[in-house]
DNA sequence: CCCTTTTTGAGACTGAGTCTCATTCGGATA
DNA sequence: TATCCGAATGAGACTCAGTCTCAAAAAGGG
């Protein structure tokens, strides 16, 4: 929502040869004011209610573009529908889901990182990115 | 396919008050007999081809009380089909999906395993499941 | 302001998976 | 082994997230 924020966004739309749009900025505004974990249908219909006019197409096709340059992160919670949050520069976290509640808590492990790569390069590859999600329910108090 | 793992199966349909049917064992037979990462789909085929009549509806049918007695692994690869392995009773691994060729590489880390285990703890949590797959590539040479 | 090119949006489409319900089948019983 | 009834099956309708189409609208360089 500030200027570098803008600019930020501007610079990767130009670097993609692509217009910048009110739909596009819409769709970014959207994604990094709220720190949740939201799928399209909630920003598409959340822009809706902001009175910008956009359409599911343009939403989805403006995800795409924040995905492929780390704007945004895109991640599968098992239920069929993705979700994504912002970035902005802050750490790499994984998430953990409570299958009582839903809830998604965010972790980040320094070991588990290094422990990844290691395997990869174990088995003569280079880690590129990865998905995971621990399952969780309460522990017995 | 032997008879122990038949009696094994039909023990679990008893067990979740279901009837044996050939369908069924067909599904079963199937996953069981490859050791690929095979999607509903291509076992659909597979069994219409050896000569069993079956419906979609129940190849999905059957792999949810698979899934569900833990015969049978479902994973999703992230391209919107899900895979399913059979587990036969050999130990838990993860995989690594190879972002250039496909190829999907198991592997299991016992180090990883119980990192996991530590970090849902940690947060008040226990471990259910997991998921988790290394996108990766090949090392340069 | 013009003009070319890109973007948009409404809604059609796709494809994995689920649901429906009339028909068929399993298997317990006698 | 024949009967019977609730469970299982299958064809295809349906769902739903996401993609595609293409005419109309907007961007932005000149």
Redesign the pocket.
Known sequence: MNDSTIQNFKEI?RK?????????QAVWDEIQNSQEHR???DIYMSIRNNG???????V???I?VLVKNRMVRKMDVGD???RYEPRLGDAHHDHMICVETGKIIEFYNEELEDLQEKIAEENGYMLVRHIHQLFVKPLKK
Do not use: W
């Open positions: 739309l993609e040869g692509l217009r910048y749009t009110k739909q596009r799928d399209a249908e910008v006019n956009v359409s599911r197409a343009t989805y096709r403006t795409d069929g529908r993705n």
